[in-house]
């Protein structure tokens, strides 16, 4: 039996930083959504009782420090699952890009193996086992648009973003998300209104939605990769309705309504940078 599980990227449309924690995480506001650009995780079992983690990227590890590998071990180990199983993991989602690739993956499996190995667990269950790994992987568990407090391990569905396409820029550096955190100074930085974006994401109000997203990790990364900045001024020039850099970077997105003008800054984008993805917005259910 082979189970196939999609494991999408996904966006902050606002994170705000709140305070730091005793526990030395930052209390965090965000919504995220999930956009259809996807890695597929495929579970199979083996008679031998180990895990067997495969990936079409060379440089990703395909051990105990990958957190698909992780994630099987748990359950194994919670369950006292006495057969082995194979993983592998088909990447599209760009790596360290503040897209939550690695935790979409890690959630993927979660349901995956639910499925193989019958353990009827919930989505808050699985959620639970997840936040164990990593703070995103809550929040990947039930993908689609969402409120996510705590260190990201509280999640409360909201309705659907409004439908639009979203054009992605992955600069070719990468950044280090606790090296951004530990940068941060809260007091300083930018604090996104997340009660108003909210409320237009509800109310399906496109234009105030746009208005109102933003990023306080956004300045602290900059700093650090400037072509950030000159990235999302060249959206916002070609036409773009908003831009916005994706968690703690580097990754920058923009949203548009229209589909022609949305080819038209994909293809605009794709004279100066080597990955550029034009997606669409998942709505419903992520299946």
């Known amino acids: 039996m082979e189970i196939r599980e999609k494991a999408p990227a996904k966006i902050n449309l606002g994170l705000d930083t709140l305070y730091k924690r005793e526990d030395g995480f930052h209390e965090l506001e965000m919504i995220m959504t999930s956009i259809d650009l996807s890695d597929h995780i495929t579970v199979s079992s083996l008679d031998e009782k180990k895990i067997q983690l495969t990936t079409n990227i060379a440089f990703l590890p395909t051990d105990k420090r ?9 359950l194994m180990n919670e369950f006292n699952i006495q057969i ?19 935790s979409s993956d890690c959630a993927a499996t979660l349901r995956a193996l639910n499925k193989l190995w019958k353990l009827n667990l919930s989505l808050d269950e699985l959620a639970n086992i997840g936040s164990q790994i990593g703070s995103d992987v809550p929040y990947c568990i039930y993908g ?34 606790p090296t951004i955190f530990k940068a941060l100074n809260v007091q300083e930085a930018h604090h996104p209104n997340i009660a108003a974006l909210k409320w237009a994401i509800e109310t399906n109000n496109y234009q105030e939605m746009t ?3 933003g990023n306080s990790l956004e300045e602290v990364t900059v700093q650090r990769i400037p072509k950030i900045a000159r990235i999302k001024d060249a959206m916002m020039k070609f036409g ?8 703690s ?5 923009c949203l548009v309504k229209q589909e022609k003008r949305a080819q ?11 990955e550029v993805y034009l997606v669409r917005t998942i709505r419903g259910k992520n299946e």
Request: some cysteine.
């Open 66 to 74: 990958n957190h698909v590998y992780q994630a099987a071990q748990k």
């Open 84 to 102: 082995g199983v194979k993983i592998h993991i088909e990447k599209t989602i760009p790596v360290s890009a503040g897209l939550a690739g690695g």
């Open 144 to 177: 689609n648009t969402s409120l996510v407090t705590g260190r990201g391990e509280i999640i409360q569905p909201i309705k659907d973003m409004p439908s639009c396409y979203v054009i992605l820029v992955k600069p070719n550096q990468s950044v280090s998300t």
């Open 211 to 213: 208005k109102h997203m």
């Open 240 to 247: 773009a309705d908003v831009a916005l850099m994706s968690g």
């Open 249 to 253: 970077g580097p990754t920058v997105f």
């Open 264 to 274: 038209r800054i994909f293809n605009a984008l794709k004279g100066f940078n080597e």
